[in-house]
């Protein structure tokens, strides 16, 4: 295995090649993967590209079999057309033994103008699985506005039908419910925000992922670490991690963000210094646009 570049008691963080690294990793020994790939050429990232192909096929080959990696991307517009790039990247993805599991949407605010089109407030978050999901952990802050009142839960079959179900007229809906898939978080959006890196996505979302679909102790890795945001909430958030990031000058970046707080807190308790963590299940009045 290659040295690490930096390490903690509980993760280690990778300079170079991520399909280098990748390769030597074992195989099914990932839990969870959170990144967001540089597509598209949207940012610049020190002149570095990526064989997008072989990271996906070495990302089914070293993820647990239950595991999940959550794959964060969007698409440019070039010539006046956007490129699909995600959807090209996420029918690879099935073609080589990946499950799209649910195809989330990160809502974002503050977008520039497109001029002729709707502004773009979104990216696409896609979890993929191999084989069937061995957990998930549902956050549950969406407010119910009927709370304590009884449920009148029902369905409509192939035929159109409405009918009941067993628990009719005996749940009683609880105060806050399972978020949806669409989830709304503020970018970030200054300088502060962005510890020296083009796109960061905010440590919210990251530890959100985590927390929905692994447990402490569980091996989180982030093949495009960034300035270090997966590997800091992995921190937080008591799990394993593995962190690869190509860029030294990133890698230098993350290392103090790292260093701060290995250890140290809780999710309960995140630090407020990085980024802002509006409550997701709440709409903002603008729609809410990443880090690795």
């Not at 690879?92 to 709707?118: A, E, V």
């Not at 999901?133 to 839960?153: S, Y």
Request: proline fraction near 5%; aromatic fraction near 10%; charged fraction near 25%.
């Amino acid at each position: 295995m290659i040295e690490p570049y930096y390490q903690t008691d509980l993760g280690k963080l990778y300079c170079g090649d991520c399909v280098t690294v990748m390769r030597s990793i074992p195989e099914n020994s990932i839990d969870l993967t959170v990144t967001s790939p540089p597509y598209d050429n949207l940012r610049d990232y020190k002149g570095y590209s990526f064989d997008f192909e072989n990271v996906a096929r070495e990302l089914f080959r070293i993820t647990a079999n239950g595991g999940i990696v959550v794959w964060v991307v969007g698409d440019a517009t070039v010539d006046g057309s956007e490129t699909g790039t995600s959807f090209k990247q996420a029918l690879f993805f099935k073609q080589i033994g990946f499950n799209l599991h649910d195809t989330m949407i990160w809502c974002k605010s503050k977008m520039p103008q497109n001029h002729n089109r709707y502004e773009q407030g979104f990216e696409y978050m896609l979890v993929f699985s191999k084989c069937k999901p061995k957990l998930f952990n549902g956050i549950r802050d969406k407010i119910n506005t009927e709370a304590g009142a009884v449920a009148h839960a029902s369905y409509r079959d192939k035929d159109g039908e409405v009918k009941k179900t067993s628990s009719f007229n005996k749940t009683i809906i609880a105060e806050k419910g399972l978020r949806t898939n669409v989830w709304f978080i503020t970018p970030c959006l200054s300088n502060s925000n962005r510890n020296g890196h083009p796109a960061p996505f905010p440590e919210q979302l990251a530890r959100d992922h985590i927390l929905s679909w692994s447990n402490e102790g569980d091996l989180v890795l982030d093949p495009f670490m960034g300035s270090g945001t997966t590997g800091k909430m992995a921190e937080i958030t008591r799990r394993k991690w593995m962190g690869i990031e190509i860029s030294k000058e990133y890698c230098d970046m993350a290392i103090p963000r790292l260093k701060r707080w290995k250890g140290q807190v809780r999710f309960d308790t995140l630090p407020q210094d990085d980024e802002s963590h509006p409550t997701p299940a709440q709409e903002p009045s603008q729609r809410a646009g990443h880090d690795d």
